[in-house]
């Protein structure tokens, strides 16, 4: 069969890549073309765009490369037309992918698959009435959202595990490279250790947070800074942040660097639950416009009481969230400083990482998500 997807960041890219994997062992003679990255690239098939082309991020970014992405979506319908597979699997990315599904469903008979449901439980619930009007099959990896799609919503939704898990698994099996093997390749101090600085995959979101990561992260004397560098960003636009500091780049080695860190610095995202998964304690720290304004949206507006996953799958704290006007240097250090070694802090934290990953199950996500996708698309054949 023939399978279009259409992942708009690395991290789409990522889980897409292993998802490509799973349908092929599911189907032998599955065609493959796609909206991603380089990682979907060496799975096979035909790349028709790449993510670095797509991933705008905020209002004023978005308005800038309007005419982009307006184009990027005519591209994309026309291959969809042109190739005519038998299924289109949407990766996360909403703004973009909704508007191909609701297309999808207006002008063609080639049903949406959405494998890794748009987060609309923590904003934009009203994307509600297009999912259930053009998504075919909703595929979550979150266990808390069945609860939210079926039990709130009345929409059916398969969840399959999350393919975090599964891929940290991966990297925990076939990784053995000791630290001094690690920081020796990387020019790294052998006798510091390490925080690491994930700083997001945008742009946007680094210059945004690094600046107030780098500076928290060096009140906390006789560690090394250590920036995991997003594949999809150019050295030249970390340059701008690190050039005369005291921090190193490590890039495309995330994984890598989380194993020998000791704490880590991390914006909201799947970096997150990453970080979680591979036992560093952290701080969330995300900066945002008008800082007021949103904690005020964030207390009396929006519907969930956490932005990182690790918290939202644990229904509690169990790292802290400094975001809007809890965006301050003090406070980053601080939080910093109570999850270092010897401190009560940082035990409980790696217990409660302990408990997020019970909730999530040993479930193969893209596995089980290739398996239910063949057998729902063979039914119709």
């Known amino acids: 069969m023939r399978y279009y997807l259409i992942a708009g960041e690395a991290s789409g890219d990522l889980h897409a890549s292993h998802l490509m994997m799973s349908l092929r062992s599911e189907d032998p003679d599955a065609q493959f073309r796609f909206f991603g990255g380089d990682l979907m690239q060496r799975v096979g098939g035909t790349l028709v765009k790449h993510y670095r082309e797509m991933a705008f991020m905020g209002f004023v970014p978005v308005l800038m490369h309007l005419p982009e992405i307006l184009k990027n979506m005519k591209i994309c319908r026309a291959d969809i037309l042109q190739w005519h597979p038998?299924?289109?699997?949407?990766?996360?990315?909403?703004?973009?992918?909704?508007?191909?599904?609701?297309?999808l469903k207006t002008h063609t008979d080639i049903p949406a698959y959405y494998y890794i449901s748009p987060k609309?439980?923590?904003?934009?619930?009203?994307?509600?009435?297009?999912?259930?009007?053009?998504?075919?099959?909703?595929?979550?990896i979150l266990p808390f959202e069945v609860d939210f799609f079926e039990g709130k919503h009345h929409f059916p939704v398969h969840y399959v595990g999350n393919p975090t898990v599964d891929e940290v698994r991966q990297f925990k099996e076939t990784y053995a490279e000791s630290l001094d093997d690690f920081t020796g390749r990387n020019g790294l101090d052998r006798h510091?250790?390490?925080?690491a600085l994930l700083a997001g995959s945008r742009k946007q979101e680094i210059k945004d947070n690094l600046p107030a990561m780098i500076e928290a992260a060096n009140k906390v004397p006789g560690y090394q800074i250590?920036?995991?560098g997003a594949p999809s960003v150019d050295d030249s636009w970390y340059n701008r942040f690190l050039s005369g500091s005291n921090v190193s780049m490590v890039k495309n080695q995330t994984y890598a660097l989380l194993s020998h860190a000791t704490v880590a610095l991390v914006t909201s995202g799947t970096a997150t639950l990453e970080t979680a998964m591979l036992n560093v304690p952290q701080v969330v720290c995300y900066k945002t416009p008008v800082p007021q304004l949103v904690r005020f949206a964030f207390n009396h507006v929006m519907t969930v009481k956490y932005i990182s996953l690790v918290n939202l799958i644990a229904d509690k704290e169990i790292v802290p969230e400094l975001f809007a006007d809890r965006f301050t240097v003090p406070q980053i250090a601080d939080a910093l400083q109570q999850i270092l070694p010897n401190h009560a802090n940082r035990s409980k934290m790696l217990q409660g990482y302990a408990d997020v990953a019970h909730l999530l199950g040993d479930k193969i996500a893209s596995k089980n998500a290739a398996q239910l996708m063949v057998r729902l698309l063979q039914r119709k054949h």
């Open 86 to 103: 038998d299924v289109v699997i949407l990766v996360d990315y909403p703004g973009f992918n909704l508007k191909i599904a609701k297309f």
């Open 120 to 140: 609309i439980w923590a904003w934009k619930e009203y994307r509600i009435k297009s999912i259930k009007r053009d998504v075919n099959e909703l595929f979550s």
């Open 192 to 195: 510091k250790p390490i925080i």
């Open 226 to 228: 250590v920036l995991a």
